[in-house]
């Protein structure tokens, strides 16, 4: 069974979806390994450790004669042109968002794994790229936006007189979220959340943190898999009028919430930035979906009424290194997974191997998929 490695080509990506030390484990299984010229440069894996580890460094259209080729972002439509037939594409290929990529893929007659649709199982957890990576979005938002604020973090006392800390709020308690309060904290500001899924208080409050609380009978916002989901518009206007104060106090606002397959829901609109502190920030973690805020440009910092708004969409590309291994260990453990006696085998009876592989042998098999089709 050959796998290829593919050289990412979007702009700012840094990572790479394999690294040289799940070329040593899984050749032991039988695996070998062709990687791209380059490709793991980016995130510091020079060609001489792929090649240490028993891959062999070819150019890029020799990748495309693997059995099972590796990328972390979809691929373009000349790469996906290059698949061949009964291949099988492993990538966070957004199925819904890249719908002509997908009519690509179909007519490839190959099949496709989205990691994006990775159940959010506790079997599957060791497998959750989306879960490794947001971490990592999480920890550096807080980073760059302490940067970003012209203001300490922590409570000081000089000589010169006490500062008092930064205020950071946190929307959306998912895997990025509680890495930001945890990091925020760690950092010494103060800092409260806010999420729709009542249930998350508990973590919230573990890390140190207040937990905002809107007035809610119901389970709105409570979504399968750990997500959540649509609220109801009165929720909608109870939840504007409590992080319309919450938000006019903070010194730094870092937004992560997302809802599957869905444009991330618009919670901070034009007005509520306008009653922000100047020289104030907003991190938003949602801006590849549209982001959180009205006022965010994918890749983009915006400035309106002193306030800096950072829509970077890639924030694990800015810590390659360690984004690479952990998305690697990912996709070591779903081609172990999928690994038995027999070899590599896509059982379908599996739900891991059933919720990823949206496109077999060119037929779709994602509903979703289909009905954006």
């Known amino acids: 069974m050959k796998i290829g490695v593919l050289k990412e080509n979007k702009s700012g990506e840094k990572r ?14 039988g695996y070998s390994f062709f990687i791209e010229k380059n490709a793991g440069q ?6 001489n450790l792929y090649i240490e580890a028993g891959a062999k460094i070819v150019e890029k259209s020799e990748v495309f004669d693997c ?23 492993i990538s966070l290929f ?12 179909q007519k490839t007659k190959c099949s496709a794994f989205s990691l994006n649709l990775l159940p959010r199982t506790t079997l599957a957890q060791k497998m959750d790229i989306l879960s490794s990576q947001a971490n990592i979005a999480g920890y550096k938002a807080v980073l760059i936006g302490a940067n970003h604020i012209g203001k ?26 509680l890495q930001a309060i945890a990091t925020a904290k760690r950092l010494g500001a103060q800092v409260e ?35 959540a989901k649509e609220t109801s518009d009165a929720y909608k ?26 444009p991330a829901p618009v919670l901070i609109p034009k007005e509520m930035v306008e009653g922000m502190k100047p020289g104030s920030a907003i991190m938003d973690l949602a801006s590849e979906n549209g982001g959180n805020c009205e006022l965010t440009k994918p890749d983009e910092i915006v400035f309106h009424n002193d306030v800096l708004i950072d829509g970077n969409t890639n924030f694990p590309s800015t810590m390659a290194t360690d984004a690479s291994q952990l998305f690697s260990k990912n996709v070591q453990a779903i081609i172990e997974h999928c690994h038995g006696e027999d070899g590599f085998k896509l059982n379908k009876e599996d739900e891991i191997i059933d919720g990823m592989l949206f496109v077999e042998n060119g037929d779709i098999r994602h509903q979703p998929t289909k009905e954006a089709i």
């Open 42 to 47: 980016a995130s510091n894996y020079s060609d």
């Open 67 to 89: 059995n099972i080729i590796a990328k972390v972002n979809s691929p373009i439509k000349d790469e996906i042109n290059l698949l061949k037939e009964n291949c099988l594409l």
């Open 193 to 227: 959340a806010f999420d729709v899924r009542p249930e998350v208080k508990e973590q919230v409050e573990s890390l140190g943190a207040k937990f905002v609380e809107v007035e809610n009978d119901s389970d709105d916002g409570v979504g399968s898999g750990g997500y």
């Open 16 to 29: 790479v979806a394999i690294i040289p030390s799940t070329v040593s484990s899984l050749t032991k299984k």
């Open 237 to 262: 206007l109870r939840q504007q009028e409590v992080m319309k104060e919450r938000i006019s106090k903070s010194d730094l606002v870092i937004t992560t919430a997302l809802i599957p397959n869905r």
């Open 94 to 105: 957004q199925t819904i968002k890249d719908i002509d990529l997908v009519k690509d893929l």
């Open 152 to 177: 300490y973090m922590p409570l000081l006392m000089t000589a010169a007189g006490t500062i008092s800390p930064s205020r950071t709020l946190v929307i959306g308690a998912g895997v990025a979220g």
